[in-house]
């Protein structure tokens, strides 16, 4: 992508509050881990105010409804918004009907309470079914922000794919959906959180910092004109000390020429027009030639 930006750093958080715990429990003391994300949104707000940084929030339906007060000080803060599901709940586990019921529902709520529309989706447990795809497609979507087959270039996401244990796989068209690649290791909830089944890490501020920067430096030597995306939920990133990391790592990569903070969705509209589908039909995706390419 030509520009005169060196590097872009895409902070997205996903504000799912208690939603990430509803949908799977009824334990009042786990649900209570979610209510520190509402504590946790104002300071992160100030932080990226203090260091002039935009972001991408990600937000369940159920959380803008529990917390709208956020939701809009959020919007208000020039952050973007994007659709995180109604209640966290997995799309891979849902027939079309119901998808399509929560994902409304999920619009709805942002609507409702911000009066957003959003462009871009991560799937709330980062999965998808065979539908997702076609239902953001179907709803206008511009972006989705969940899968991995890349690291700082976005990419078309294709549709079509054919998943075989015993034939080659066949690779679909890519379509109109662009895809900001995400990573785990890019992620706080699994390197900082605690939870029985899933993550037993709780590794301290200055591990994590070690893994971003690197990620962050590489990128900068290596990778012109691309994004570094990072994953933070205020739940977890909101604690004393490692929002005292993340307020050292914005810092340490604002000190580098040519870095901008921009969310996620100005991102991908400068890479859309700069790799029109067509074009990129044509000369066929690095992830999956197209038959007859070089």
């Known amino acids: 992508m030509t520009d005169d930006r060196r590097l872009s750093v895409c902070l997205s958080f996903d504000f799912d509050a208690t939603s990430v715990w509803i949908s799977s429990t009824d334990n009042l003391a786990m649900i209570s881990r979610g209510e520190f994300g509402a504590v946790a949104v104002p300071r992160l707000l100030d932080l990226l105010r203090r260091r002039e940084a935009l972001a991408t929030f990600f937000i369940p339906g159920h959380t803008a409804l529990a917390y709208p007060d956020l939701v809009r000080a959020i919007?208000?803060?020039g952050h973007e918004i994007g659709?995180?599901?109604w209640v966290h709940e997995n799309p891979a586990e849902l027939d079309r009907?119901?998808?399509?019921?929560?994902?409304?529902?999920?619009l709805g709520a942002l609507a409702e309470v911000a009066g957003v529309t959003p462009t871009g989706f991560r799937s709330p447990a980062g999965d998808y079914s065979e539908n997702?795809?076609?239902i953001l497609l179907e709803h206008g979507f511009r972006y989705d922000s969940t899968f991995s087959g890349s690291d700082f270039h976005p990419y078309y996401v294709r549709r079509?794919?054919?998943v075989s244990k015993t034939e080659a796989y066949e690779f679909g068209e890519p379509c109109e959906l662009v895809e900001m690649p995400i990573s785990w290791m890019l992620d706080d909830f699994p390197l900082f959180e605690f939870e029985v089944g899933w993550s037993y890490s709780q590794h301290p501020p200055s591990h994590v910092r070690e893994i971003w920067q690197k990620e962050f430096d590489w990128a900068y030597e290596n990778e012109a004109g691309g994004a570094v995306t990072?994953?933070?939920?205020?739940?977890v990133i909101g604690r004393g000390s490692r929002l005292t990391m993340l307020d050292e790592l914005i810092q340490y990569m604002a000190s580098h020429q040519g870095v901008v903070f921009e969310s996620l969705?100005?991102?991908?509209?400068r890479w859309r027009a700069a790799n029109p589908l067509a074009e990129y039909r044509r000369r066929g995706s690095i992830h999956a030639p197209l038959r007859g390419s070089g």
Do not use: C, L, N, W
């Not at 969705?265 to 509209?269: D, K, L, N, R, V």
């Open 97 to 106: 009907r119901a998808e399509t019921e929560v994902f409304r529902r999920g």
């Open 230 to 235: 990072i994953i933070m939920h205020p739940q």
């Open 83 to 85: 659709h995180h599901g």
């Open 265 to 269: 969705g100005a991102y991908q509209e």
């Open 132 to 134: 997702t795809i076609e």
């Open 75 to 77: 919007d208000a803060s």
């Open 160 to 162: 079509g794919d054919k």
